[in-house]
């Protein structure tokens, strides 16, 4: 009887521990779990070093996209516009640098700078735009953002015809796209720099610190004197910036400009920072989380590649991953509620 009982005592505080992890750290490590043991028992090359890095390169440009995603919904929206900014930013930018290569084909440089300058510009003005949209006419930003992806789709198609663009100097391929310093491939380092940049603004910044503040209560911000306009302003465009940046990464990647890239980016961003603990009511989320959800997704893309599961397939199990991470933050909003009481 008394062995029962301590049984019953060590079974409640197991539970009672993976509650309180489950409150402190999210779902993200539990499915990270799952995600390892069930690729590693499905391929034996999923954890060997080449394919780790392999993850490592094809989840920078979703990283990138999903930390201007967490800009948005640290505010309280979210921007459905990603996938057009990534499709905009790739065809205006390789046809600005095929003319400057067409006309000057010794400037290799001038046309990688014109390009990459043109592409972040054009996907830059669809944050502008967004921005204000939401902060200053107060539309919604399901409404304006889904409007803009539906004008920004359009004018990519406008522009290409549907048809891939090419022309572009080869070097810049080769050297953003494929290119490796010290062994590591280059889009590793621009990820990294971007994530340095958005720790400096989320923690060092009084701009970071507004975004919180306004997702986790508007009105209470305005009323402490925030500028809440230009804070909703700057989260939509420095959202669209690191997409664009994404968007150069990705055409240096296909080395083409493709109007139809990013489709899915809108789903895979908002995913990757669900399932990395940020609110989708705003005001809460750690940069660090995000990066790991973005890395996640990209590992559980990697291992159904490895498995052989159709890319249909995965789409749909990107969409169940991100409704279990909803109903995880549901559940573990009331864990946090009885753990207080």
């Known amino acids: 009887m008394a062995e029962a009982v ?13 509650q309180v992890a489950f409150v402190r750290l999210g ?51 979210f921007d459905l516009s990603v996938g057009t900014i990534l499709a905009l930013t790739s065809v205006v930018g390789a046809m600005a640098m095929a003319a400057v290569f067409a006309v000057s084909p010794d400037a290799i440089l001038l046309a990688i700078a014109a390009g990459v300058l043109a592409g972040v510009a054009a996907g830059t003005a669809i944050g502008v735009v967004n921005g204000i949209g939401v902060a200053l006419f107060n539309v919604s930003p399901f409404m304006m953002t889904l409007g803009m992806a539906s004008v920004g789709f359009g004018i990519a198609l406008f522009l290409t015809g549907g048809v891939p663009v090419y022309g572009m100097p080869d070097i810049f391929g080769k050297l953003f796209g494929f290119g490796q310093w010290f062994g590591i491939p280059v889009p590793i380092y621009v990820t990294v720099a971007l994530i340095l940049f958005m720790y400096v603004l989320l923690n060092w910044t009084r701009m970071g610190r507004y975004f919180y503040a306004i997702g986790g209560n508007a009105k209470a911000s305005l009323l402490s004197g925030i500028n809440t306009r230009l804070n909703l302003f700057m989260a939509y465009v420095l959202c669209a910036l690191l997409t664009a940046i994404s968007g150069i990464m990705l055409t240096a990647r296909l080395e083409t400009g493709e109007a139809n890239i990013g489709a899915t980016m809108p789903l895979e961003s908002i995913a990757a920072c669900v399932i990395g603990g940020v609110s989708l009511r705003g005001g809460s989320g750690r940069l660090l989380n995000v990066v790991l959800g973005a890395i996640f997704i990209g590992l559980v893309q990697n291992g159904m590649n490895l498995a052989r599961i159709e890319s249909y397939l995965q789409t749909v199990v990107i969409g169940v991953l991100l409704i279990l991470a909803v109903v995880a933050d549901q559940l573990r909003q009331r864990f946090v509620a009885s753990l207080k009481d």
């Open 6 to 18: 301590e049984g019953t005592k060590r079974t409640r505080s197991f539970v009672e521990w993976l």
């Open 27 to 77: 779902v993200l490590p539990f499915l990270l779990v799952i995600a390892v043991i069930v690729f590693t028992l499905m391929s034996g090359k999923f954890l060997s070093g080449q394919n780790l890095i392999n993850v490592a390169r094809q989840s920078t440009y979703l990283t990138m996209v999903a930390m201007g995603q967490m800009l948005a919904l640290l505010t309280g929206g």
